[in-house]
């Protein structure tokens, strides 16, 4: 038995590692997607006070604290039964947008951008935003930058701080917006909207416009019919702050609504010993192991699972751009892992949008931003969707706010399961049957996860690279064959 | 001159610290003029075995952030301090526990129990636990082994320097890069690139008196004063406990400051240095005035020691340093969790 192990997996936010064992003939006989890391929050949190969780638990990612935060807080709203007043929602929801859209740009740019804008076969030292921007023009990536850079002065403008942002509190936020912010977030609000039609097209012209990323995005190698899950307002359509759950099977028939409160009746999360993150599964199916379709209780909740779910867009230009994306791909659901790319340009667009319909209402300078918690702390439940899936945390208190019991689902643990299949059938599909491993090859494995946006993937915020693997093939005696790592990190910035 | 040669790593982290240095933007292009980054896994290919082959003291400069969480940090911790001529401890995590260090009260097994076993949402009716090598049908699969303490980098390897803050203020870190660009390296142990005072010293609020607090209040409880000192509105703000450096963020932001910068200097303890300043401050002569004053305060280990409980003092009367980096209980040789494949 052959051994190829991917470890470190570089550029992601944590730890990861892949390790794919061959046959005899060099047939991927099984790969695992490990996560060798492990930091406790859910038993370092007990004994916290509950107004405290927005600012603790953001240490989970410092690359998506936000989503923390927000979570959190929506979690303290519910154990205190506290409502915030309109304009402590507005502000939390504008800055949440701007979190996502940022978000959502980092990733399909830094990250993922090079593997269709320069490509897998490229020289691995060009195929990173550098080398992209070489390619496309140093104004993209001026473009690119200030639209990373909006994202940040929203959240550093409203949370006072970018990493680990103050903002929210049971009851509101603790800031409130002025007529001056009000006007540079308007400015934002438009630039935002301009630059996700702006990726879109890119995403037209240079990949659907290609016969060989086509063919990708519709091909087998790369698809898995699972069930999908998103969060929905009371229309059913998308939101990333607030709103109920909902889960289409395989073939798009509703299968669960729920609020956040009744999660723990729909996921439960099955356990390995050799990965540190579990595996979330839909209840209403159970646990079949990692396999895809109608029977399995694998889900996916990534931006293409949340169009999935949704029932059209609620901001103008990102409806168009949602219709556009189901006619080219042939209705709705679609379960082309690839596709996942132009979904997340979708809600990049929808966040865009948010954050100018929030930016320009007239009550957003309201000075009422805030309620303060009058009833006995008890129990609650605040879900968001992240960037890469849905994020929930649930507290149990005593009467005085403190933390008994915590439990938390991060986003990327969502897509555990399906991140691990679409890696081993992209490395059974693409390795073996006597070719050469080439790095062309590990870097079309590679796009079988970066589609997910692993919170890994997102650390890479404006940095050059591209994902580096180490891959080390072990002949059945454990010794090395070959080594096909990738170029040495020495002297490249 | 030949460039700099600067490595950054994340041992146990939220990825903040690295996202603080792409946060330093157009100084970044600067930065790849002054440097040659040897290695960066956040951000750029490498290898360890790329580290390896070094020679020792091939990096100039360190830049290791994330505390000492498994026993791979410990490993990559010893490597780097043989690889680098300077290590810097960067970020609260490194230089003092960061809010992963309150894991040291209850200690790794009843997290791991908590995670494996106990929350809600958890199926695992055979109680199968997270194993350092588990036999596959194919072959082994490892993970790191979790230690008995989280520990600081300074509690495992001897360092040059350190950068506080949860996440470090870019300019700061951009005034650590220039110090050492320049050769303007402070005497070994010192923070670098921070203003010596502490955060009250940047704090743009007024007091209006000697503090003499009656009841504290919890931030969700009072809709503060937006001028005036917070503390002194009965809201527990390390600020006077805290080194400076971050230009008080929060208390800016209406919230009180918890302490992400560590203690100011020529203090050992943060947290003891906060108990004494919310003790100086508060109201009543007696016993029981002085108690009631206190039992307002929740949480003290978690409010006093939110980012420093890693670094305390208490850490250092809990375990020796061989103790505190074994193999939690849970994840020994021999324990549950090792095994075959089902």
């Known amino acids: 038995m052959k051994r190829i192990t991917i470890d470190p997996i570089t550029r992601l936010e944590g730890h990861g590692k892949i390790t794919l064992f061959l046959d005899d003939q060099g047939d991927v006989e099984n790969a695992y997607y490990q996560v060798p890391e492990f930091r406790g929050f859910e038993s370092f949190c007990e004994g916290r006070p509950v107004e405290e969780m927005p600012r603790i638990t953001q240490r989970i990612c410092g690359v998506c604290p936000l989503a923390h935060h927000m979570a959190s807080v929506k979690a303290g709203d519910a154990v205190y039964g506290v409502t915030p007043p309109p304009a402590g929602r507005r502000i939390r929801e504008l800055a949440y947008n701007a979190f996502v859209s940022g978000d959502h740009a980092t990733h399909f740019f830094v990250l993922s951008g090079p593997d269709f804008f320069v490509g897998p076969d490229a020289d691995p030292a060009q195929r990173n935003i550098l080398g992209m921007i070489s390619k496309l023009g140093v104004r993209l990536g001026q473009r690119v930058l200030r639209h990373l850079g909006e994202s940040h002065e929203v959240i550093a403008m409203l949370g006072g701080r970018f990493v680990h942002p103050v903002m929210a509190l049971p009851g509101g936020v603790a800031k409130a917006v002025t007529p001056e912010m009000q006007t540079r977030l308007i400015e934002i609000g438009e630039s935002m909207v301009e630059f996700g039609q702006f990726s879109l097209g890119l995403w037209r012209d240079m990949v659907l416009g290609s016969q060989e990323y086509h063919d990708m995005i519709m091909g087998d190698t790369y698809l898995h019919r699972t069930h999908s899950l998103g969060l929905v307002d009371a229309n059913k359509q998308l939101n990333f702050y607030d709103g109920n759950v909902r889960i289409v099977d395989v073939e798009g028939h509703e299968v669960a609504y729920y609020p956040p409160a009744d999660y723990a009746q729909h996921i439960a999360e099955h356990v390995e010993p050799w990965t540190y993150i579990k595996f979330p599964y839909l209840k209403h199916f159970g646990w079949q192991g990692m396999v895809d379709g109608m029977e399995s209780g694998v889900y996916r909740s990534t931006p293409l699972a949340r169009l999935n779910v949704t029932e059209g867009l609620s901001t103008p230009l990102a409806q168009q751009a949602y219709e556009e994306f189901y006619d080219y791909m042939g209705g709705k659901p679609v379960h082309a892992t690839l596709a996942t790319h132009w979904a997340r340009l979708v809600e990049m667009l929808h966040a865009g949008e948010k954050v100018l319909a929030f930016a320009r209402h007239e009550e957003l300078t309201d000075p009422d931003i805030r309620t303060i918690p009058t009833e006995t702390p008890h129990e609650g439940v605040g879900i968001v969707e992240a960037p890469r899936g849905l994020l929930t945390h649930h507290y149990i208190t005593d009467e005085q706010g403190i933390l008994t019991k915590v439990n938390l689902i991060v986003g990327t643990t969502n897509n555990n399961a399906a991140i691990c299949m679409s890696v081993k059938k992209a490395a059974q599909a693409l390795i073996g049957g006597g070719k050469e491993i080439t790095q062309g090859l590990l870097d079309r494995v590679e796009m079988a996860f970066r589609a997910y946006d692993p919170c890994n993937a997102c650390a890479t915020h404006a940095a050059p690279g591209d994902m580096a693997l180490e891959v080390l093939v072990y002949d059945h005696h454990g010794e090395l064959v070959a080594d096909l790592s990738r170029v040495p990190a020495e002297g490249r910035a | ?342």
Request: one cysteine or more; glycine letters at 8%.
């Open chain 2, 1 to 342: 001159m030949d460039k700099l040669k600067l490595a950054v790593y994340w041992a146990s982290s939220c990825g903040g610290c690295d996202i603080a240095i792409v946060e330093l933007g157009e100084h970044l292009l600067e930065l790849a003029k002054l440097a040659d980054i040897v290695f960066w896994p956040c951000a750029m290919d490498f290898k360890y075995s790329d580290v390896e082959a070094m020679d020792d003291r091939h990096i100039d400069v360190c830049l290791f952030n994330g505390a000492i969480r498994t026993d791979e940090d410990e490993h990559i911790a010893h490597l780097l301090r043989r690889k680098s001529k300077v290590l810097v401890a960067f970020g609260s995590c490194a230089s003092e526990g960061c809010i992963p260090g309150l894991g040291n009260i209850k200690g790794p097994d009843h997290a791991l129990a908590r995670a494996a076993f106990e929350t809600p949402t958890t199926d695992n009716p055979e109680r199968v636990m997270f194993a350092p090598r588990y036999a596959m049908p194919e072959g082994d699969l490892t993970l790191p082994a979790l230690t008995v303490q989280l520990r600081t980098l300074e509690q495992v390897v001897p360092i040059d320097f350190t950068i506080p803050g949860c996440p470090p203020n870019h300019e700061q870190i951009w005034n650590a890069i220039t110090a050492v660009v320049e050769n303007r390296l402070p005497e070994a142990g010192s923070l670098l690139g921070v203003d010596p005072r502490t955060v009250c010293d940047q704090c743009p609020r007024t007091r209006l008196g000697k503090i003499q607090v009656e009841r504290f209040f919890r931030p969700h409880e009072i809709l503060p004063d937006p001028e005036r000192c917070l503390l002194e509105q009965g809201l527990v703000c390390a600020g006077p406990a805290t080194h400076a450096g971050c230009g008080a963020l929060c208390v800016k932001a209406m919230m009180p400051c918890r302490g992400c910068y560590g203690a100011p200097d020529g203090v050992l303890d943060q947290g003891s240095e906060l108990l004494d300043a919310i003790v100086a401050g508060m109201a009543g002569e007696s016993d029981a005035e002085i108690r009631r004053v206190v039992s307002t305060i929740v949480d003290p280990v978690g409010t006093f020691y939110r980012f420093s409980l890693g670094a305390s003092l208490l850490h250092a009367l809990k375990k020796s340093p061989l103790e505190s980096g074994q193999r939690c209980e849970t994840q020994r040789d021999g324990a549950r969790g090792e095994g075959e494949h089902a």
